[in-house]
């Protein structure tokens, strides 16, 4: 971190914090300048609050320098972590496809669309059971009757599950089921929920939040790996900006930044980033080709009945058609990727 | 599109509208509704300036959809919602000032505080036992023995205590100690935290998620009204924009719209909108300005020593310059709302 | 809400949609327009979620309010537009590469690069004479001397120049010389020059604003337009948002909703976008497997001694891997097309 | 600046960046870290390119850390600017009321709001003669007769007038006629017209674009200011973001950013910010409380007639209401200010 004085700072309140940044048992290091002093700090551990220097007399600003999170690095581990969820790998050099509706309806819905999109390619099957829901109105999942639905899909199909967590209460109840637990953007930054993802010894999911840096996404996955658990997948799915041709700016230029930081891999969600069908197969093309190591996509054989996000669910014949383009281009990149 | 006339609309001025569309060249069709009339523009050819008729006298808004919630709002209870903490109302015609620091650190700390704050005129104490942070190598809060602090803070002024509750766990803890409960942004869509707290009998505060709009604000209220508990108050604390010149950026028109909206009272909180110092004292005024019934403020004796948001923290008697200033400005308005 | 149908949609599914209308509990009145039909939903009590109806076959949109271009819409003109640039076709079928330094700084400089991105698959040279910069004290560009290198680029290498025109004032000179010429992000709105390019015989690239909805996007190509000149090719940059991992947000899901709204041809510049080497690559690939016309991008071939932007510029042999790329990506996407 | 090193830097590509910021003619101070080195930039004058180094091997990031700007600086001129506008001065210590019609419409429309708006407070009088329209097919203007009627209103009232300038190409005879420039928000980074208005002895208002960071806003100021006129005032106007019960977001705590990094004055545009009546009055009391030097009002007589930006306008009455209450408000912050 970089503490930059005013240009008219005085020599005693660069002393000041000097003086404050050692008492804090770090090391500074000022640095003149042609017009204005700035001073360094080196840190041995832990991480320095950021703005903490801000409000001393004659600062200017206050620069940090290195990245907060530790565990989640590429400085920290260099190699790909590759997860493995059932017979299946979801990191480098694999291109993993998670498919199904929203939310869980009904044991007859669910069967239907577990087979068809594992025949179209998908290796985990996903359902909700406990919804997020913007109004207390709106359907909230059918609860662990949803839970019993997709351990009866597993069985049927073989298929892995992934679920979503939306709380403590509840995570002891979808960690029994499910084979991978999401945890979705409104809950990127449930420090408790994170801390107990910490505690399961199955993938989590973290999906960024509408409004997350990569650096507090990669902070939240730090609270779990700092818990314990090690396999933890990074899923973007759009963040909220003015635009609205879509329901949220899918941001793939943060999948490349993330693997670059990260050993962790990462995956994308497209129809939540579209937040209309018709952008999904576009979207995934476009996902793929950047080098994300899946997709999570929403799939419904009647969407126009679906109990939520009907209108960004593909049709199982575009599913399809989904799985047929993003693997043509999986295997260019991969090829160009041994170039 | 659709122009909603208000329930109050007079024949005349829905004629009017009518009139107006078609001297446009576009088709009127007037909806009778239960309460109200809509007016459907029907266009042959080019556009209509979605918000031209807004200004039209007895038209309330010009809309694709009407709003999702329900008790929140004033076409539910059209009066202001005044809610009573201790001997402080909190709503229409009173401006309750709320201060304390960003953490509970210490017994003395707390009470130092406490007294400087309530001399300049505060209202309620806050201070964090939980705290929610980024970084799981970050200060996490004192805990209950932070709630055990903040009751002496009470015993030793009289002042009633706000404290944030962070997940479903630690909610009852929280509800024994706290007057008020504040739940965070980044909890604005825990909706198991919003339901418990409508099942929860003492007041609550809201604060505005990082991206949220007024309505999925609105609606996380809606949650905790739905359970019972109709003492919410809203916080709006800055949203996330493209700006770094403040950490985030002061929405004051949001305060403006909701008050139109709802009939909760709204608070401000300028200290983390800002991030730092020397923007609190110009937000608050600003927010005092616009019609906010009440500000959250963070203090600290020793900021330079703050185990958390030291930067933004005012010294004592920079609160006092606050308290004076807005103050005076809440007078004017007062005296302009009367005219 | 007004549910709008495309207007190949069949009596059976107006049906369909006010069924499910009804079956919503809301009331469905159809307005039988000239070309197409809407549906108008009168709702008693509660929500409508807004997007619902948007699965619906033969529902096109779900709106407030029509779209306010025309000339660059797909309803005045269904098929794609294709603007011949001397040999190179741009536009649906083809992938249009345009590759060049940010700044003309030399003759040796362009020559050596051309030559380059020439051998590797570039159809199209770009470079600036006239650089629009956010410091009146960094390198402007060299002007008229700047437009005589690029011609004798094109007289060296064969290939078309693209060129940015800042204002009406250099317009006609910019025209003189280029055969494609560019609006940049911050002109935009610079409605005078959208005026001008109007009135321009030579094909116009109209790249998006920094916070540029679609619709004034395409209003800024209507500008164009409606002045004559049909030879509009739109250019997606990236937006401004919180994120800060790149320069700007690529907003890859705005290429396939303006494909499907307008003719016009569609192509992406990752360098802007990026503003750092190591994204170019990833997001070109990207942007062509969503479906772009092309791409823009920035070569030099000394990057470390370039006047502007160097940091995103890739190294010639860079680009050579990327035209390799994203030509075995398009070739897949190009087949999946005809499936 | 900071040029941070990977913690894997080889002390090769240390040298390397080193020699690279020595051969540009900086001074290069490398400052060894626990992990990592960084180094600093030293600049004798001139702008560093932010980004340049960034394409290094071995190079992390770039940090800049000293402002772009100069002449608009407090670190150049620590006094206030007051600008005199005939008897008006705008800036420190002065409340500056400019209101009128978004469009000159007709002589009598302007001499009618003109004298209610300067019955009521006004001192300077807006009105475009030249309109920015995101639609070609929207009203743009009387041009040059909108000059002369507002050469009218001038004679009639004695208010000085305020006018956009569109380009350069009409600048002349704007200057001509106008006692004050505006130049609007799409046109802040219109360089040729910044460089014009740089040239003129008129002042000229900048207003901020919809997506600018205040450091943009402020170079769009020192290109006026480097071009030899300094009489430039700024104007927030709200910035886009994903919020939509307002038209923008206004952002006070750039006003109060802006007045500590420089000593132009600011004013406040809460018309275009609000896009909706019932706001402006709200947070025309937040402007003036938070320290805006004045207001830019839209005021209209038949706002339900207005050619543009109808539902924006107050009408006269409320004018008069605005003015007595931000009058208020400044007398108190004056007097605070003093304390």
């Given amino acids: 971190m ?32 042609g017009e204005r002093v700035a001073i360094g700090i080196l840190h041995n551990k832990g991480a320095v609050e950021a703005s903490h220097f801000l409000g001393f007399p004659g600062v200017k600003d206050v620069i940090p320098v290195t990245r907060p999170y530790k565990l989640v690095s590429r400085e920290f581990q260099s190699e790909d972590t590759v997860i493995q969820v059932g017979d299946t790998p979801v990191g480098s050099g694999h291109l993993t496809l998670i498919a199904g509706p929203c939310a869980v309806e009904s044991e007859e819905q669910c069967i239907t669309i577990a087979r068809g999109v594992k025949a179209a390619g998908a290796h985990l099957f996903r359902g909700g059971a406990f919804k997020p829901r913007t109004s207390p109105y709106s359907f909230q999942g059918l609860g662990e009757e949803g839970l019993r639905i997709l351990a009866r899909v597993r069985e049927d199909t073989g298929m892995p599950v992934v679920t979503e967590s939306l709380d403590t209460d509840n995570f002891d109840l979808v960690e029994e089921y499910a084979d991978v637990i999401q945890i979705g953007a409104r809950n990127m930054q449930n420090f408790s929920l994170l801390r107990r993802a910490g505690r399961s010894h199955k993938p989590v999911i973290v999906k960024r939040g509408l409004a997350a840096t990569i650096d507090e996404w990669l902070m939240a996955a730090e609270y779990i790996m700092e818990g314990g658990n090690t396999q933890v997948i990074l899923c973007e799915r759009g963040v909220r900006t003015f635009a609205h041709h879509s329901r949220n700016t899918l941001d793939l230029s ?44 929403e799939v419904h054989h009647k969407p126009e009945e679906a109990l939520s996000d009907g209108a960004q669910s593909l049709y199982p014949e575009q599913f399809e058609v989904l799985c047929r383009e993003i693997r043509a281009i999986f295997d260019v990149f991969q090829l160009a990727d041994s170039v």
Same sequence: chains 1, 2, 3, 4.
């Avoid at 503490?3 to 003149?32: F, L, N, Q």
């Avoid at 952008?279 to 080098?291: D, E, F, H, M, Y």
């Fill in 2 to 33: 970089l503490v930059v004085m005013s240009y008219r700072a005085t020599p005693e309140e660069v002393e000041a914090v000097v003086a404050a940044i050692e008492a804090k048992g770090y090391t500074a290091r000022p640095i003149p300048g």
């Fill in 254 to 297: 943060a999948v490349a930044a993330v693997c670059k930081e990260s050993h962790l891999p990462v995956i994308v969600d497209p129809s939540h980033a579209a937040g209309r069908r018709d952008q999904v197969i576009p979207l995934s093309r476009a996902a793929v080709a950047v080098g994300s190591h899946g997709l999570m996509v």
